[in-house]
């Protein structure tokens, strides 16, 4: 096929459940495309000799080549090379923000739309989860003995990478399932959790040991494992799991969640099942979100599946500061989320037997940038007024989980918690390694991914080479 | 899963266990806790260690049922499993040498102080344990008790054991005792009979630590849920404490954000006594009870 011809397909569009069904079932809302979609799409794909979307996976997928492979036919050999570099597609294929990074970087976005990469790992991804029956087998081992601490994407993603080498590996998880936050805080239908299973369970094949039910920092310290559990390299990924309130009157009333305990109720807990779960959570007709990342998002729409009408989300930037994926602020408004923007909550109130019956919340303008680049919102007086609601959630960030690093004094960390590395991602303690949201503050599954991927070439070299 | 080694009847209502979990077991400290699941679907609790033995990898759970999770726990027998254990969760409690020490259990709050006992008196303190029940086969522990402190008071309200009254009477007339003064007291149980001792201390401004008992879902500080005001601070209690310093405590609050799912616990608990498979385990449980008795 000729250039030419590939510039004329237009991008293939991802089957979705309708918005009013949707709105009230936990099922994925992006039903993956059908192989027909997917070939048309593929052959959108310019196989740009030099392509310039790599650049923008922090995993480095070859993605001229699966979509290659995929195209010719050939969906094991997509597999293997999506796999070569990603262990975790399924997931990325997910939740990635593809549309300010490969996506962003692909040269049809100057002249027409990018390639759906991230449409199309998904459907490699699901395939090979249905289909691949090669198992990965690790090579003979090196007897070096890896520990990595907390099971969320970058823990998953290092250990994967040490597998593959060779090398014996433990993870540590403090919950009683592995995953960290695709577990606990993305609900099922952004990331059904039998994706999250098939994919671990890969990497159990490759001989990584999960081993759930530690906390480090309580049940051992740093220092216990590389002095008496003997193991010679660490990987800290235990995440950015601290949640934020706003410090507001009113955040002791029942009902009031951070946006970590109402999803841990939810996903993790499975809480949304009901009376099947034993995990109780407050299900309520009329919910306020405040916050503008995906974790706000996540909660409003859960919110609105849980029963909310009206379920609104408040944020006291504009839309377009939103950090949420453009993808999710779409999807929410139309499952019946309403926006309310450039609003900031000041106050919960709550009726004499300690209940949430509203919050009071103020406009907000737009001023000077702050720290961030973005413009501050500035309160506009006079202006406060009362939203009704009996569950209020704030979904305004997370910060790094004291519980390991005040047990490990050697560890250096920033004036926010957050643990210092270097740029092959060691700490102040040799052979000590971190990444993800415990050293970046709350980012992405991706990030941290890259975060693991770069740390087990690090800790490789360190336990073979010393260094 | 983690075996039951042992479970036996305290009192009605209130379970004894030894639970092989060698990881907990190894790094326990009086004042430490774990989060349990019984099983899959089951939700996460905070529970007291209140004993552990390094060598064997146990450690010991006193239990009292108080609604479905802790129904379905207590059914459980010698050689079944917990799905999941994770711990020692919070922070240790600060043993010093304080004097003499009073400890001030109430029901199994007891088991809660059992383990202070044996480090405070190590620390060289003098230790004296009030404990209380509804009637006498409610307190629980004496023996044990006994053991490790140089005084033991049982209370129960009707009378039928011990000092007849509420533990703070008790605990009033040894801070009276002008001959043997108190330095320090810790306490351990329901949240109204906390509140009351705090009260009672504050007087002649003891030092007194309360160990609270929140709703918690992880156990590690990252849900916020068992936030408890203290020094009209938000502190977590699963990693800032479980205990505080019961003068600061804001009581009323705890008590009030207790009874977030009364009704879910409600519903939980009525579905729990139609379910067929756990009335079997039920009439199993109290054949054993009345046959110990």
């Known amino acids: ?467 | 899963m983690f075996s039951i080694r042992e479970a036996k009847w305290l009192a009605p209502q209130v379970r004894w266990f030894i639970v092989e979990a060698p990881r907990a077991a190894a790094r326990h400290k009086p004042g430490h806790f774990v989060i349990v699941r019984v099983r899959e679907g089951g939700e996460r609790i905070p529970l007291t260690v209140a004993d552990s033995d390094a060598k064997a990898g146990t450690i010991t759970l006193v239990v009292q049922v108080i609604g479905a999770t802790t129904e379905r726990l207590c059914s459980l027998q010698t050689g079944d499993a917990i799905l999941d254990v994770v711990g020692p969760l919070g922070k240790p409690t600060e043993i010093e040498k304080f004097g003499h020490v009073v400890l001030v259990g109430g029901g199994v709050g007891t088991a809660v102080i059992y383990p202070q006992a044996g480090a405070l008196k190590d620390a060289g303190n003098k230790v004296s344990a009030i404990m209380g029940g509804r009637s006498k086969p409610l307190v629980i522990m004496e023996e044990e008790l006994r053991a490790a402190c140089d005084a033991v008071y049982p209370c129960t309200d009707d009378g039928s054991y011990g000092y007849h009254g509420f533990v703070t009477g008790k605990l009033q007339e040894l801070i009276d005792d002008a001959s043997d003064p108190v330095n320090a007291v810790l306490t351990a149980g329901p949240v109204p009979m906390m509140k009351n001792v705090a009260k009672v201390t504050e007087a002649k401004r003891i030092l007194t630590i309360a160990s609270l008992n929140p709703i918690m879902v992880d156990g590690t500080g990252m849900c916020g849920g068992c936030r408890v005001t203290v020094g009209g601070q938000q502190k977590f209690a699963c990693v800032d404490g479980p205990e505080f310093n019961a003068h600061d405590v804001d009581f009323a609050e705890l008590t009030d954000r207790l009874t977030a799912y009364r009704e879910q616990e409600k519903r939980a608990w009525d579905r729990l006594g139609e379910d067929p498979e756990h009335k079997c385990k039920l009439a199993a449980a109290e054949k054993e009870l009345a046959a110990n008795r």
């Open chain 1, 1 to 467: 096929m000729k250039p030419a011809e590939r510039m004329k397909i237009p991008r293939q569009e991802m089957p979705e459940q309708e918005a009013e069904a949707r709105a009230h079932n936990f099922n994925e809302v992006n039903l993956g495309m059908s192989a027909e979609a997917a070939k048309i799409e593929g052959e959108r794909c310019l196989q740009c000799k030099d392509a310039k979307c790599v650049a923008g996976c922090p995993v480095g997928v070859d993605i001229a080549g699966f979509i290659s492979a995929m195209v010719e036919g050939d969906l094991p050999k997509a597999a293997d090379i999506m796999y070569d570099a990603n262990v975790l597609p399924g997931i990325t294929g997910r939740v990635c923000p593809q549309e300010t990074q490969c996506e962003e970087l692909c040269v049809r976005g100057k002249k027409s739309t990018p390639v759906a990469i991230g449409y199309l790992e998904r459907f490699i991804a699901d395939w090979a989860r249905e289909n691949r029956t090669k198992v990965m087998t690790p090579p003979p081992p090196t007897g070096k003995r890896a520990v990595i601490v907390g099971s969320g994407p970058a823990g998953l993603t290092c250990a994967g990478e040490l597998a593959k080498k060779g090398h014996d590996v433990t993870v540590f998880e403090a919950l009683h399932k592995a995953g960290g936050v695709l577990v606990y805080g993305i609900p099922e239908f952004r990331l059904p959790k039998k994706i999250i299973e098939v994919e671990v369970h890969a990497l159990e094949q490759l001989g990584v040991k999960i081993e759930c039910n530690v906390v480090i920092g309580q049940t051992y310290t740093i220092d216990d494992l590389l002095e008496k559990e003997g193991f010679d390299t660490v990987f800290i990924a235990n995440g950015a799991g601290l949640p934020v309130f706003q410090g507001i009157p009113g955040e002791h009333l029942k009902g009031v969640y951070s946006a970590n305990e109402y999803l841990t109720r939810i996903n993790l807990m499975a809480a949304w099942m009901g009376d099947d779960s034993d995990t109780p959570v407050i299900r309520s007709k009329a919910v306020v979100v405040v916050g503008g990342g995906n974790t706000a998002m996540d909660s409003v729409r859960t919110a609105r599946r849980l029963g909310a009408d009206p379920a609104v989300l408040v944020y006291r930037r504009s839309r377009s500061e939103m950090p949420a994926r453009i993808e999710e602020i779409k999807h929410a408004e139309e499952e019946g989320v309403k926006l309310d923007l450039l609003v900031n909550p000041i106050e919960i109130l709550g009726t004499e037997d300690g209940w949430v019956r509203g919050v009071i919340c103020q406009r907000m303008e737009l001023g000077e940038p702050d720290d961030s680049g973005r413009r501050r919102p500035v309160p506009i007086k006079g202006s406060e007024f009362e939203y009704l609601c009996d569950v209020f959630v704030e979904a305004i960030g997370t910060g790094a989980n004291p519980l390991l690093t005040q047990t490990t004094p050697a560890l250096t960390t920033n004036r926010w918690g957050n643990i210092e590395v270097d740029d092959k991602g060691m700490t102040s303690i040799p052979g000590v390694f971190a990444g993800g949201d415990i050293v970046r503050g709350g980012a992405t599954v991706i990030l941290a991914m890259g975060d693991g991927k770069g740390a087990a070439m690090a800790m490789h070299d360190y336990m073979t080479k010393g260094g």
